[in-house]
Each structure stands twice: as C-alpha cells, then as structure tokens.
C-alpha cells in the first residue's frame, strides 16, 4: 500500500490538471486553479467590453463631401496675418523672450513672418513648423505632442514639428490659418504669445 500512495502521489504531480481534483488531499488546489480560470476568463470579458465601448465612443460622424464642381473656403488675409505675427512677437519680448513668428492660412502655406532682432535663425524654421502643423491638424501643437506617444508617426509626417508653440487660427467655428511660434524656453510660452495675439486681432 505505502508503494501505492507513493505511486499515486507521482502521478499526481505528473497530471496536475487531473488528479488532484481527484485525490482527497487536493480539492483545494483544484477550487483554486478553477476560481483562477473564472477570474481570468472574466478580465478578458471586461477587456473586450472595454474596448468595445471606447470604439463605439470615438467613432466619427459622417462627413458631407461637396457635390459641386467647386468649393469656397474662408482664409486668413495679410492684413490679419501680419499684425497677428507682429504682436505674438512683441508679446514673447515683454516676456524677455527674442522669438520668430510664422503666420499660415488655412492650407499651411506660409502668409507673413516677424523675428525679433536677436532671435536665433533656428527660431524661424521652428516657428513655420509649428505653424504648419498645427494648421495642417486643425489642433494645437501642444496636444498633438501629448499623443505622441501612443502615436509616434506623427513625427515622421513630412512637414510636421510636434512641439508646443502652434495654435490654429478660427473664424466663425472655421480654421483658416494658424501661429507657430518659436525660441522662449517653454514650447507653452510660445502658445500663449501666439493665442493671445489672436485673441487681440480677432478679438475673440
């Protein structure tokens, strides 16, 4: 009998998704590994829920394509991109700061620029390219750089500078150009000198 029990006991261990729930001294381990099959198999139920419910919340409206052979658009004229560029610039330097700026119309292309005198020439590639990507997302840069983790991509678009400094410029609920700013030391002093001087021409 001893050699019996010993042989059971070998068999056990070799068949552990059998035996012990077979076996008078392992029922526990068997509830056990079934209350871990349960929970697992209810976390995956959860997971696919979620999932499911973040598709369903995120999904778009349609969008109405234009059925005529042309199509009218509102864009930023000179007048308001040069005193926009002017006045982010003057901004940053009641700031303390020598920054360029780059004023886009709706499309990205480029309508008026300012420099401060001692602003760094890098300063306005980096303000065109804010302006240009912010433009081109309809979004301030500032956002798209807080998804740039889960979407590293962004940063290989041709074009694209994925950093704080560029705001999209709106005019009755329409984007029709936008700022970039660039050379303060936070990409977030940039912004605001941006916005503001928006909200000064705009007047809203």
């Known amino acids: 009998m001893p050699w019996l029990g010993e042989k059971r006991f070998k068999v056990c261990l070799r068949k552990t998704t059998e035996v012990p729930c077979e ?3 392992y029922r526990f381990s068997c509830l056990k590994r079934s209350m871990m099959g349960m ?3 209810l976390t995956a139920l959860l997971t696919v829920s979620a999932v499911s419910l973040a598709a369903a919340q995120t999904t778009p409206e349609p969008i109405k394509l234009a059925s005529t052979v042309t199509v009218s658009t509102a864009s930023l004229s000179l007048s308001a991109a040069s005193r926009i560029a002017t006045l982010a610039v ?14 886009v119309d709706r499309s990205g292309v480029t309508l008026a620029v300012a420099r401060s005198e001692n602003a760094g020439p890098h300063t306005l590639g980096a303000s065109q390219g804010k302006a240009f990507t912010s433009a081109s997302a309809r979004n301030l840069t500032s956002n798209i750089a807080k998804g740039l983790a889960d979407n590293p991509g962004l940063a290989d678009i041709p074009g694209y500078l994925v950093l704080a400094g560029g705001a999209p410029i709106r005019a009755d609920g329409a984007v029709v150009g936008a700022v970039g700013v660039g050379g303060a030391p936070s990409g977030l002093i940039d912004e605001k000198c941006g916005t503001d001087a928006v909200t000064t021409v705009l007047g809203k």
């Open 90 to 103: 003057n901004n940053c330097a009641q700031l303390g700061y020598n920054v360029s700026a780059t004023v």
């Open 39 to 41: 929970k697992k198999m």
């Open 23 to 25: 076996l008078p001294g």
